[in-house]
């Protein structure tokens, strides 16, 4: 097996038998998955700020860590391993983008994250077919490369697939 393991700003993408790309604690963050059922290929980023504007330097330190970067890397990525160009047959999925602070959502980051993640999607023709965004509990996501599974966890609150 050969999981891929990502921090905030990562992304990557499996092919291999029995490997599953996995996140940990998505708070405001957003996680999005992509998988091609054909290829059995698993993708997925972890995005922490909408926009890549906002710093330079961290944007070409780790594209990544924002929405307007970090979704289109990780599609190129899946291009690359093998999936259409077009992004056709693709399941895309999105979670996280939560509310953690608790009295004070002052700049809404996590619905600010989701709705940059969907306009980007939106711009390459695609669109999650599930969410699991909002609340105000964080998350940790496995997105498993032979069936496409996406399970959902959390302290307290157990395991579920979307």
């Not at 289109?72 to 979670?95: A, T």
């Not at 004070?104 to 994250?113: P, W």
Request: charged share 20%; glycine share 12%.
């Amino acid at each position: 097996m050969s999981d891929i393991i990502l921090g905030i700003g990562d992304y990557g993408a499996s092919k291999n038998p029995g490997s599953m790309v996995k996140t940990y604690a998505l708070g405001s963050c957003v996680a999005v998955t992509m998988y091609d059922p054909i290829l059995h290929l698993a993708g997925m980023v972890h995005v922490a700020l909408p926009e890549s504007k906002i710093n330079r330097a961290k944007s070409e330190e780790c594209p990544g860590y924002f929405a307007d970067l970090g979704v289109p890397l990780l599609f190129d990525e899946m291009v690359r391993l093998g999936c259409q160009r077009k992004g056709r047959g693709l399941i895309v999925k999105m979670l996280g983008g939560a509310s953690v602070m608790a009295g004070n959502d002052t700049f809404n980051i996590g619905k600010r994250n989701v709705l940059a993640v969907k306009k980007i999607l939106w711009t390459l023709g695609m669109g999650p077919v599930a969410e699991d965004v909002g609340a105000n509990h964080s998350r940790t996501v496995s997105l498993y490369a032979d069936s496409g599974l996406v399970t959902v966890s959390c302290p307290g609150r157990g395991q579920w697939q979307i």
